[in-house]
């Protein structure tokens, strides 16, 4: 867009302060969240197999189910994931170019 237009249209600060403050915070809440939640089975099968539950050191094969679990469900994540934005993707695809395509609104 040219200089001359956004100077134009410079005045609505507030939701482009709170659109910037959401795009600068969001990871920074969103990540651990994901990231506790994907922890979650693996957790759980640490504690169910553990003979002493998670107070006492895990042995390796204790470890190495935790692992596995753990890449199962990353791996899950990742395919269900690209499905997902795909589909997304194919449904709204009008939609999607028409907003690209104008340059005052993406």
Do not use: E, N
Request: charge should be positive; proline fraction near 8%.
């Amino acid at each position: 867009m040219p200089i001359r237009y956004r100077w134009a249209h410079r005045k609505p600060y507030r939701r482009m302060l709170v659109r910037w403050l959401l795009l600068a915070c969001t990871p920074y809440i969103l990540v651990p969240v994901l990231a506790v939640v994907l922890m979650i089975p693996s957790l759980l099968v640490w504690g169910f197999t553990a003979p002493h539950g998670v107070t006492q050191k895990l042995p390796d094969h204790d470890l190495g189910l935790g692992v596995a679990v753990a890449c199962a469900i990353a791996l899950l994540c990742t395919v269900g994931g690209h499905r997902l934005s795909y589909r997304l993707a194919t449904r709204r695809r009008d939609k999607l170019a028409d907003f690209l395509g104008d340059p005052t609104r993406g």
